[in-house]
């Protein structure tokens, strides 16, 4: 985990979309000794052969060429010219499917040492338990991102709006079970030193002005937070057959389902996360609506999703908020309903 220019820091983006394309172009900083490389899938060959085009409204046009770029996790983990003691980074930005795929046991043969941090930038709760489950020595990053960014076509990525990035170390599922003996607070402090040392990447040398390093429950809050928007919103376009985020909010019907789904969450946080509420963190309901009004044309990534027959993130925006909750006594009968109706979409 280096900044210095005499110690390389080599950063590898697993999963080559819109966001992991965004982040790793604005980590990428050789002249810094920062060094990140792609490891692509569908869009190898255009970027192999001629970088990452990113059109932005933040930076700019501009042209992405990774330090090396990957057809496979295998091929980056099989590489005689990758970092002798393994990536300092390993930072997951595929869409969360657990239901489909192991991302943890994905990336095992990328994760050669102990100090190699993995860090996920990916929608939803409870993301990380896998992976802390898989790597116990490993420090983790859990991030949270508010953009709007897509691949218009294979390697050219336009980021539409927002660059925001919340960062957080993650050590266990339940802090409140760990103990100073048995490793976990020099694995929390491992894990925060990683989130402090990215989001100062991203910030100074990658000009995202809104890269922020947060306290391990402050992470999980703006996680919770950000399910406001992506738990309401999300499955109910998909449900009434494909209908934007403005568009909604426009409804009076459906305003008052979406705010009574954001509701149901500001109510269960203060469950999950004793002595803390959602009211501190960010937007109210209310106001969450409101701004929605002006974001005409714009749809959920979900819906974007089911009308192109890819699979939904359900598991991470629904399924693992709802057990979270249930574990700690509390029920989300709306947000429930939604995913008992949704969550075979991804099987059939
Ligand atoms: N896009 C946004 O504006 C936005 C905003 C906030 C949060 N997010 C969240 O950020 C995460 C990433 O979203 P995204 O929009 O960037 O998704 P995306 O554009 O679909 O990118 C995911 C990429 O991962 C690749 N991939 C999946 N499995 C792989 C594997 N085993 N090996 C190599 N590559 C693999 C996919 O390759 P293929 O093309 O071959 O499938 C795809 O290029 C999601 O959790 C999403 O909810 C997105």
């Not at 792609?38 to 970088?51: D, K, M």
């Not at 657990?98 to 095992?108: C, S």
């Not at 266990?172 to 607070?185: A, E, I, M, R, V």
């Not at 738990?231 to 568009?247: I, T």
Request: one cysteine or more; a positive charge.
């Amino acid at each position: 985990m280096a900044s210095s220019s005499s110690k390389p820091t080599h950063i590898l983006y697993v999963g080559a979309g819109a966001v992991g394309c965004f982040y790793a172009s604005r980590c990428h900083h050789p002249s810094a000794n920062i060094h990140v490389s792609l490891i692509c899938r569908s869009n190898y060959n255009a970027i192999a052969q001629s970088g990452v085009r990113l059109e932005t409204r933040a930076f700019g046009n501009y042209t992405f060429h990774p330090h090396a770029v990957y057809p496979s996790i295998s091929a980056a983990a099989d590489d005689p010219n990758a970092p002798a003691d393994g990536w300092d980074y390993v930072v997951v930005t595929t869409k969360a499917l657990p239901d489909i795929t192991d991302d943890a046991q994905q990336i095992a043969p990328l994760i050669k040492s102990d100090k190699t941090c993995i860090v996920l930038i990916q929608n939803g709760v409870g993301v990380e338990e896998a992976h802390r489950a898989r790597f116990p020595r490993n420090p983790i990053v859990s991030a949270v991102t508010v953009i709007s960014a897509e691949q218009i076509r294979p390697g050219v990525i336009r980021q539409n709006r927002w660059t925001r990035i919340s960062l957080g170390g993650y050590s266990t599922p339940d802090k409140s079970k760990s103990s100073s003996d048995d490793g976990s607070s020099s694995l929390a402090s491992r894990s925060d030193a990683c989130a402090r040392h990215l989001a100062q990447i991203m910030k100074h040398h990658g000009g995202i002005r809104d890269a922020e390093a947060h306290s391990e429950t402050d992470l999980q809050l703006i996680r919770w937070h950000k399910l406001c928007i992506n738990g309401a919103m999300n499955p109910s376009s998909v449900l009434c057959g494909g209908r934007g985020n403005a568009d909604m909010v426009r409804d009076p019907e459906l305003r008052a389902h979406l705010r009574a789904c954001m509701e149901e969450i500001f109510h269960a946080v203060p469950k999950i996360f004793p002595g803390r509420s959602l009211d501190t963190v960010g937007a109210s309901p209310d106001r969450i609506l409101t701004s929605t009004e002006r974001n005409v044309g714009a749809k959920p990534s979900m819906l974007l999703d089911w009308e192109a027959g890819r699979p939904l993130e359900l598991e991470v925006i629904l399924g693992n908020p709802i057990r979270i909750a249930r574990r700690h006594g509390v029920e989300m009968p709306r947000l429930q309903t939604l995913f008992a109706i949704k969550r075979r979409q991804n099987y059939v």
